[in-house]
């Protein structure tokens, strides 16, 4: 096989696009420039326009090779944790190649191209491309696709150099092309989508259909432009088609449903509901999603039964009370929350507490259906029930952070802040890193007067004068909430004084520092903390956090390395999210 065709996989056959928005003025950039002249041989099989587009996909496939490479051995994208064929695909996406030139010589194609990009802005922009799960999920299969097509042109090649190909021969090599071409318009519409040119994408993706009419990917991909920019007819037509492909795939008739579902029209909704039940009785989202249409009709008795059936996830209707319950990692959580709320509308706001009552009295260690009451009778106002059940969670497991906050909201809801901010506080001495995501502690709370009331109590403690290193934590963590985080740091710094060998208040003040923009002293703070303890692994965590925004991608890795390695799971869940292997 020709070595060339493995290098195919990101390339433009028709439409070149202007560089992306990325790329900085030459008087800042630091622009590197790769250039590639390459010569196609045509065959007996090929003509003009088949030479020119495989001709053309080869040369520009050795050019990303060449830049993937680069940006692989020199740059910090080799700790985006892809590997450089993926870069390849993905950056195939962000960068056009331009044709110097191009030249026929009988049945020779010439091919001068290079790429000229800001590699710094390159490497930013990949890394927000890689984020993107769907994009980078979808290129992927874009390069994939590419690369087999461009191969199967090289077998076809050799298959009939010798002994030549009759017209059978000939039809299979000419779709070969087209899948090229199609496949090479289908990239197109990704450079176009990713540069915010929607409708100009859609076309794109609407020439690649033209060459491969039965290509369920394009189709997906059009509908999605057509659904994101509100047009939702073409999009429904596009699912439509996708039906008529595959009319066992109950996906796009929940995709239509929902669109159905926006436009108003709910009868044609619950028919495309009802048919994804009939393909595929397993279905928990289906079965949810014909529930909420039933209840918007006012069918909440049918809406139950479909809200317990995607809760189940079985083909039966569930006999046990206490199995919906359980925790499973099945259980559509959505339709546990609808359930409840449809209960509600029909006057029995305690039903689906009761499941949690049942579960308790045949297994009163089920931590899940402690939980699961206290959510119950937290969203229900019962408060002073919902904390009874938290009580006991946190005599069986005394290390849960997520229990504590809980408890913490439902203390507020009553008034009691002081009893709110110590278990918040203790869940964040369990697991400091959660401050960086939980928020503002006062809006959890609620809207309205509830929530200023939070805030009048977290200043009468933030007026208080401390008496010990506690009291400065509680305060400035009240400071915290109130978005003071320069006298938060202040706070920090006296508990700091007051229990020097406790790094809790290092952490704390490092955090407050990134809370203001400055990684820098989060760094250093968490550097204290472990001078202080080597094995204090969320120090090792929130200084990668640091170090990632600092783009000190290698200092990153390792200390999120070392955090995982030290016990911290949400270390582990970190790596295991960004795909990370040892």
């Not at 331009?98 to 020779?108: F, L």
């Not at 579902?261 to 009785?281: H, Y």
């Not at 899940?368 to 009580?391: C, F, N, P, Q, T």
């Not at 913490?408 to 001495?429: P, R």
Request: charged share 30%; hydrophobic share 35%.
């Amino acid at each position: 096989m020709n070595w060339q065709a493995l290098f195919n996989i990101k390339c433009s056959v028709f439409i070149l696009i202007p560089l992306l928005q990325f790329v900085m003025s030459p008087a800042f950039a630091e622009v590197k420039t790769f250039e590639k002249k390459y010569t196609y041989r045509a065959s007996e099989l090929d003509n003009e326009a088949s030479s020119k587009a495989i001709g053309r996909a080869q040369a520009e496939g050795l050019l990303y090779r060449d830049l993937g490479n680069y940006l692989f051995e020199h740059t910090d994208a080799k700790l985006f944790l892809l590997d450089p064929k993926e870069i390849r695909t993905m950056v195939s996406a962000l960068v056009p190649v331009e044709t110097v030139s191009e030249s026929k010589d009988g049945k020779s194609f010439s091919f001068s191209a290079r790429i000229a990009i800001d590699i710094p802005s390159l490497v930013r922009a990949l890394n927000s491309l890689r984020k993107h799960s769907q994009r980078s999920k979808d290129l992927v299969e874009i390069g994939r696709e590419l690369e087999a097509a461009l191969i199967k042109i090289d077998d076809l090649r050799k298959k009939f150099s010798s002994k030549g190909a009759d017209a059978s021969g000939e039809k299979q090599y000419r779709r070969a092309v087209d899948d090229l071409i199609a496949w090479n318009l289908c990239l197109e519409g990704y450079r176009l989508l990713i540069s915010d040119k929607e409708r100009e994408a859609a076309e794109a993706f609407t020439k690649a259909i033209e060459l491969q009419k039965e290509e369920r990917f394009f189709y997906l991909c059009r509908e999605r432009i057509f659904e994101k920019i509100g047009d939702y007819q073409k999009a429904k037509a596009d699912l439509g088609r996708l039906i008529e492909l595959n009319p066992r795939d109950e996906t796009p008739y929940l995709k239509r449903a929902a669109l159905e579902e926006k436009m108003g029209n709910l009868d044609q909704a619950l028919a495309d509901c009802t048919r994804a039940v009939e393909i595929n009785s397993g279905s928990s989202e289906a079965y949810y999603q014909r529930g909420r249409i039933y209840e918007k009709t006012g069918n909440l008795p049918l809406a139950i039964n479909d809200y317990h059936r995607a809760i189940e996830k079985t083909e039966k209707y569930p006999q046990a009370k206490e199995s919906l319950a359980i925790e499973k990692n099945k259980t559509h959580p959505q339709a546990q929350a609808s359930l409840a709320q449809a209960y509600q509308k029909l006057g029995k706001r305690d039903t689906p507490k009761e499941y949690y009552d049942s579960l308790i009295t045949h297994n009163p260690k089920q931590v899940s259906a402690y939980y699961g009451r206290g959510v119950a009778d937290w969203a229900a106002g019962r408060y002073e029930k919902a904390i009874k059940d938290y009580d006991v969670i946190l005599e069986m497991n005394a290390r849960d952070e997520r229990v504590y906050l809980l408890r913490s909201i439902a203390y507020g809801h009553l008034g009691n802040y002081k009893k709110a901010l110590s278990d918040y506080q203790k869940a964040l001495e369990i697991n400091p890193s959660q401050i960086l995501e939980y928020g503002s502690l006062a809006k959890f709370y609620g809207d309205g007067e509830n929530y200023a009331r939070a805030v009048r109590e977290f200043r009468k403690i933030k007026e208080m004068k401390p008496a010990d290193a506690t009291d400065y934590l509680y305060r400035g963590i009240a400071f915290w909430e109130l978005g003071e985080y320069e006298r938060a740091i202040e706070d920090f710094n006296k508990v700091m004084q007051l229990v020097p060998k406790d790094t809790k208040p290092y952490l704390y003040r490092g955090i407050a520092y990134g809370k203001l923009g400055n990684f820098a002293q989060t760094v250093e703070y968490c550097s204290m903390a472990i001078a202080i303890n080597r094995k204090e692994a969320m120090a090792y965590y929130i200084r990668a956090r640091a170090y990632e925004e600092l783009w000190a991608f290698d200092e990153s890795l390792q200390d999120m390395i070392t955090a995982a390695w030290l016990g911290l799971k949400t270390a582990q869940d970190y790596l295991a999210r960004e795909g990370f292997k040892r």
